[in-house]
């Protein structure tokens, strides 16, 4: 199963397009909030079932704060990130995450990249933003995850105009 990542949109669809129209075909999408508005413009564009969730910015969206997802033996948990001060840390995340019991904690809102892989139960990602990255070199970013044939999980961050991952 292939997985597309990606969050802070922010009511912008140039680079979600690119993104969608590069990484096809996936099975799934995952947005991690600040669609602002485009919901439905975004599942749409996806083309294959989609989960959002509300981030700071989606001040009308009915989207839920947080999901939890189950792919085979893989559960994880998806939110925004700012009700859990991810700004200044993964700490409170990764406990909310566990004790969900999932594998992988996804977030956005902080607009930069992350792959921490350092916990072997618990691997914390964010795509980072394709509308306003704020890590250096500022390139749009998304994630890919991919789960195999024996339900093992692996994760490649990507960045628009790069033409391999770099994880």
Do not use: W
């Not at 669609?35 to 989609?50: F, M, N, V």
């Not at 792959?115 to 933003?129: C, H, Q, R, Y």
Request: with cysteine; hydrophobic share 30%.
């Amino acid at each position: 199963m292939r997985i597309l990542v990606v969050s802070d949109t922010h009511g912008s669809s140039r680079e979600l397009q690119e993104v969608i129209r590069k990484t096809k075909p996936f099975d799934y999408m995952i947005h991690c909030g600040d669609t602002e508005g485009l919901d439905a413009q975004i599942r749409k564009a996806a083309g294959t079932p989609c989960t959002i969730v509300r981030g700071n910015n989606d001040f009308f969206s009915d989207a839920p704060r947080e999901e939890v997802l189950t792919f085979g033996k893989c559960r994880i948990f998806v939110t925004h990130g700012h009700s859990y001060g991810i700004s200044f840390g993964t700490e409170s995340l990764k406990e909310e995450a566990k004790s969900r019991n999932c594998s992988v904690a996804l977030f956005g809102h902080t607009h930069r990249p992350c792959l921490d892989l350092s916990d072997p139960d618990l691997a914390v990602a964010s795509p980072g933003s394709l509308a306003y990255p704020r890590q250096e070199g500022r390139k749009p970013s998304f994630l890919i995850l991919e789960i195999d044939r024996f339900g093992e999980l692996h994760f490649t961050l990507n960045y628009l105009g790069q033409r391999d991952g770099s994880h």
